[in-house]
């Protein structure tokens, strides 16, 4: 009986500690898209992420960018994915801490008119209403509000919730610009894609996915492994290529120190 007690134990016990050691973890994408469109994309990358690991991931986002930030700022994600400012913020507090990023990556505020149509420079957009996803999107919104305020010109911002809602109503002529970034540009539908061009565009660094130190520093980096080599296997690679995304390569928080000198104020419209 003893013995049996014995080999019981020696079978159970074992999948009581992997058990206790299950933890998982989510993935806060920020929603420059609608959520159902973010998570056809990045639903099979995290997953592919959790099967080459071995750990647990999971997708997760919000309904609109103030309210992911505001969960970011509660630390509800153990792992993000945000433009360049806002990880410096979100570094100060709750603590994310960048491990990655985009491989070979051109990141760029773009202001998008419809292809063919009269605007041709951005002093056409004087008095113009313009669409922009969030007052909070910082390279979206910021940087072409920005830069149409160093050019003089007076607009009217329109916020449509998501980029992907910004360039299809500038597709459709409900907007004659708006403003979004080059990385969902560059995923858009072919056909929408095609009814557009950039009007202006501003370079900026790399989104970096960073975690919270509560993620223990070997599941981070079984995961920037996991990411960095992703792109050699045809299967993450085409994964990848819907997100628009060649690779990642590793990052650290020292990279992003050019964006806090930067010192970016939120667009406040006049």
């Given amino acids: ?53 071995g ?10 960018i103030d309210t992911f930030q505001k969960d970011l700022s509660e ?3 153990d792992i993000m994915f945000v433009n360049a400012h806002h990880y410096t913020v979100f570094n100060k507090a709750p603590g994310y801490v960048a491990f990655a990023h985009e491989m070979g990556c051109v990141n760029a505020g773009v202001l998008v008119v419809a292809k063919g149509g009269a605007v041709q420079g951005v002093e056409q957009l004087e008095g113009a209403a313009i669409a922009f996803s969030s007052p909070n999107a910082v390279i979206g919104t910021w940087l072409p509000a920005q830069h149409l305020g160093e050019r003089g010109v007076s607009f009217s911002p ?11 109503s500038v597709a459709k002529g409900l907007f004659p610009a708006g403003g979004g970034e080059l990385r969902t540009l560059g995923s858009l539908d072919q ?18 996915f960073s975690a919270l130190p509560r993620v223990p520093r070997e599941i981070v980096q079984q995961l920037q492994k996991a990411m960095i080599v992703m792109h050699k296997n045809p299967q993450g690679a085409a994964m990848l290529k819907s997100v628009n995304i060649k690779g990642f390569v590793p990052s650290n928080d020292a990279e992003y120190e050019v964006v806090r000198k930067m010192n970016l104020k939120p667009f406040e419209a006049k």
Wanted: glycine content about 4%; hydrophobic content about 45%.
């Fill in 75 to 77: 630390g509800l994600y």
């Fill in 191 to 208: 056909d929408v894609k095609n009814q557009l061009r950039i009007l202006w565009k501003s370079e900026f660094p790399c989104h970096p």
């Fill in 1 to 53: 009986m003893a013995r049996l007690m014995l080999i019981w134990l020696g079978f159970i016990l074992p999948l009581f500690i992997q058990a206790a050691h299950a933890v998982e973890y989510t993935v806060g994408i920020a929603p420059q898209q609608a959520a159902s469109e973010l998570a056809k994309r990045w639903v099979p990358i995290i997953k592919y992420w959790s099967d080459t690991t």
């Fill in 55 to 64: 750990n647990t991931f999971h997708f997760r986002t919000a309904k609109d």
């Fill in 158 to 168: 329109h916020y449509v919730k998501s980029m992907d809602s910004v360039y299809l």
